[in-house]
Nanobody
C-alpha cells in the first residue's frame, strides 16, 4: 500500500521561507513522478510543481516559478518543496501526489494516483 506523508508546513510572514517534505512508502519510489498541489479555501486544487523519476524534468506553475524549488532524494524516498519569498496568496493546504507512469510528469491532477493528507501553509502579511 503506497502511502504519502507531508510535513514542514506552518505559519510564516510574507517574504519568508519554508521547506515541505513528502515521504513515500510502500511502492517503488524511484519509478514515480511526484508533484505538489495546493488548495486554498474555497478554490480548486492546483498544480504547483512536479519532478520526474530522475529529476531531469521539473515543471512549475507560473505563479511560483523562480520562488519555489522541487527536488527529490531517491535514497530517502523523499520529495521536497523549497518555498522562498512567500506571499499571502501562497496560503493553502499543500499536497504531494505520485504518478506511477514513469514516462511523464504532468500538471494534470487526474494523472496522480496516490495522495497525501496535506500540510497547511499560512503566510501572514
Amino acid at each position: 500500500q503506497v502511502q504519502l506523508k507531508e510535513s514542514g508546513g506552518g505559519l510564516v510572514q510574507a517574504g519568508g521561507s519554508l521547506r515541505l517534505s513528502c515521504v513515500i512508502s510502500g511502492g517503488p519510489f524511484r519509478l514515480y513522478s511526484v508533484a505538489w498541489f495546493r488548495q486554498a479555501a474555497g478554490l480548486e486544487r492546483e498544480f504547483v510543481a512536479g519532478i520526474n523519476y530522475n529529476s531531469g524534468r521539473t515543471p512549475y506553475a507560473g505563479s511560483v516559478q523562480g520562488r519555489f524549488t522541487i527536488s527529490r532524494d531517491n535514497a530517502l524516498n523523499t520529495v521536497y518543496l523549497g518555498m522562498d519569498v512567500l506571499r499571502p496568496e501562497d496560503t493553502a493546504v499543500y499536497y504531494c501526489a505520485a504518478d506511477p507512469q514513469i514516462w511523464r510528469v504532468t500538471d494534470n491532477i487526474s494523472d496522480y494516483v496516490f495522495w497525501g493528507q496535506g500540510t497547511q501553509v499560512t503566510v501572514s502579511s
